[in-house]
């Protein structure tokens, strides 16, 4: 069983940084792709970042030069430092993983950036 609680959402004017975290708990290994999606309302939920290693990272073009994602495998987290924040970067934030083919779900944590 896998479990993920993401912590560190909060309201913040636009220009300012927030940084996410997420500890998962259960069989989670450093292969298994560990991400941020965020799912604004009346939109879809989209994929923010995802990194499969140390070295291999995906963003959405939305957040390139702005997000960093970075994991410690070590203690099985995952963190999403947001900087210069926008007030169309407002949404819910989930962290996922993806172990042997099922995507788990943290319970999200919401970002509202003030303009």
């Known amino acids: 069983q896998v479990q993920l609680v993401e912590s560190g959402g909060g309201l913040v004017q636009a220009g300012g940084s927030l940084r996410l975290s997420c500890t998962a708990s259960g069989s989670i290994f450093t292969i298994n792709p560990m991400g941020w999606w965020r799912q604004a309302p009346g939109k879809q939920r989209e994929l923010v970042a995802q990194?499969?290693?140390?070295?291999?990272?995906i963003y959405a073009d939305s957040v390139k030069g702005r997000f960093t994602i970075s994991r410690d495998n070590a203690k099985n987290m995952v963190y999403l430092q947001m900087n210069s924040l926008k007030p169309e970067d407002t949404a819910v934030y989930y962290c996922n993983v993806n172990v042997a083919g099922m995507p788990y779900w943290g319970q999200g944590t919401q970002v509202t950036v003030s303009s």
């Open positions: 990194i499969r290693s140390v070295r291999t990272t």
